[in-house]
């Protein structure tokens, strides 16, 4: 497929439970993005990959959200012990360029997202 | 506060006519990226401006960035159907060291037939 794909697309746990989301980014492309969209409101930023060097973090709400890349490509996004307010759409972003590129290659890609509920 | 505001919040309009939706951040654009949501789906990207001055258009949206790099407007002729859908401005801000985009609230675009 040509465009950034995201599993599973929607997930229902139990307050407590761990979650795990996947992102597959467009090939090739060495930089890849975490968002978090809560009902209403833009993507906020979570944590930032170049290759798998994982670069920025400072978006992650708390340390019960992991993030990990491990071979440059597929990534993925845990949260353990989760709670109501992990509720949100998770987004995954990926980019041709490496950090501050402008112009078209710092272009962000988005997947189709994962619809996390937390009940 | 939000470090980018869009307004309107909310926009119904006929179909056929022009609207404009404005992007005010309070601090210097470095690379603004519109795109556009519909419900439960990822985002699809529509335009990237960098330069101060910038306007860049594609089918009948038409997105500019002043002269400032502060502020961005994306306009759409003739409306159609097709264009409802919540439209995002996300940017990078002050030129921080990540490409990471500081985004909007959007601004949810009802075209009426």
């Known amino acids: 497929g040509a465009g950034v794909s995201q599993s599973p697309r929607y997930k229902v746990a139990k307050r407590g439970q761990d979650v795990a989301l996947r992102c597959d980014p467009i090939?090739?492309?060495?930089?890849l993005f975490w968002y978090q969209q809560a009902l209403g409101q833009g993507p906020e930023f979570l944590t930032y990959f170049q290759n798998e060097a994982q670069l920025d973090k400072s978006g992650l709400p708390s340390d019960r959200f992991f993030a990990e890349r491990p071979e440059g490509s597929v990534s993925t996004l845990k949260i353990q012990r989760t709670q109501q307010e992990d509720s949100a759409v998770y987004l995954c972003?990926?980019?041709?360029?490496?950090?501050?590129?402008?112009?078209?290659?710092?272009?962000?890609?988005f997947g189709p997202g994962t619809r996390l509920t937390v009940l | 506060s939000q470090e980018l505001e869009q307004s309107p919040q909310s926009l119904i309009v006929q179909e056929g006519k022009n609207l404009t939706i404005n992007c005010t951040s309070s601090k210097t654009l470095y690379g603004l990226y519109w795109y556009k949501q519909k419900y439960g789906e990822g985002l699809i990207f529509l335009m990237m401006?960098?330069?101060?001055?910038e306007e860049k258009s594609h089918e009948k949206i038409t997105a500019k960035l002043d002269e400032k790099k502060q502020q961005s407007s994306l306009h759409i002729t003739a409306s159609q159907p097709s264009h409802a859908g919540i439209y995002l401005c996300g940017a990078r801000l002050g030129g921080g060291a990540t490409n990471k985009l500081i985004f909007g609230t959007g601004t949810l675009l009802a075209v009426q037939p």
């Open positions: 972003a990926s980019s041709l360029a490496r950090r501050l590129a402008g112009g078209n290659q710092g272009t962000q890609y």
């Open positions: 401006l960098q330069k101060g001055g």
């Open positions: 090939s090739g492309h060495v930089s």
